[in-house]
T-cell receptor, first 113, second 112 residues
Framework: AQSVSQHNHHVILSEAASLELGCNYSYGGTVNLFWYVQYPGQHLQLLLKYFSGDPLVKGIKGFEAEFIKSKFSFNLRKPSVQWSDTAEYFCAVRGGGSYIPTFGRGTSLIVHP | DGGITQSPKYLFRKEGQNVTLSCEQNLNHDAMYWYRQDPGQGLRLIYYSQIVNDFQKGDIAEGYSVSREKKESFPLTVTSAQKNPTAFYLC???????????FGQGTRLTVV
């Protein structure tokens, strides 16, 4: 069965700190990879996605993620976080011939001003 | 504007009552999904539908039912058989396999 692991459940940072959130998935083959963000009281929004090509993907609001196939990973990064980045972040993976994206448990990020 | 509309945003029901959550999309997407979001557990798939008049159980389908009579609509019924129905419910849709899912605003259901 497909599974997606997000290792950091709660992250607390100060503004201007660097961020890296881990995401690993369990299956091989062709995959589509996603990071979604859910700001307080809002719906899930797509931050970035990887389908093919350059494994370093740039998303909105200064976020980026790197697909490392050998490590089955798709970690999310931001060099300098802002208070407005406080949100819940979800990694999702679609693969193995399935149409359905499987989500990780999410990481709650709190950024102190 | 195209998008996914879930209604209502907040819903209260008494224990033992069935309740139906609405999900409508005007994105012309074939696939629609229902997820349940609980703190610390991420999004878990309840039901999904790849095409009109067809749907499949997800990982946690017990106590739920759905229908897909129209491409635009995928209502979810939370039945009295669902043991722990209080949760945040998210509806999503997708155009095809190699695309991202779009989400509605969610419905927070509280059963008292």
């Amino acid at each position: 069965a497909q599974s997606v692991s997000q290792h950091n459940h709660h992250v607390i940072l100060s503004e201007a700190a660097s961020l890296e959130l881990g995401c690993n998935y369990s299956y091989g083959g062709t995959v589509n990879l996603f990071w979604y963000v859910q700001y307080p009281g809002q719906h899930l929004q797509l931050l970035l996605k990887y389908f093919s090509g350059d494994p370093l993907v740039k998303g909105i609001k200064g976020f980026e993620a790197e697909f490392i196939k050998s490590k089955f990973s798709f970690n999310l990064r931001k060099p300098s976080v802002q208070w407005s980045d406080t949100a819940e972040y979800f990694c999702a993976v679609r693969g193995g011939g399935s149409y359905i994206p499987t989500f990780g448990r999410g990481t709650s990020l709190i950024v102190h001003p | 504007d195209g998008g996914i509309t879930q209604s209502p945003k907040y819903l209260f029901r008494k224990e033992g009552q069935n309740v139906t959550l609405s999900c409508e999309q005007n994105l012309n997407h074939d696939a629609m999904y229902w997820y349940r979001q609980d703190p610390g557990q991420g999004l878990r798939l309840i039901y999904y539908s790849q095409i009109v008049n067809d749907f499949q159980k997800g990982d946690i389908a017990e106590g739920y039912s759905v229908s897909r009579e129209k491409k635009e609509s995928f209502p979810l019924t939370v039945t009295s058989a669902q043991k722990n129905p209080t949760a945040f419910y998210l509806c999503a849709s997708k155009r095809g396999m190699n695309t991202e899912a779009f989400f509605g605003q969610g419905t927070r259901l509280t059963v008292v």
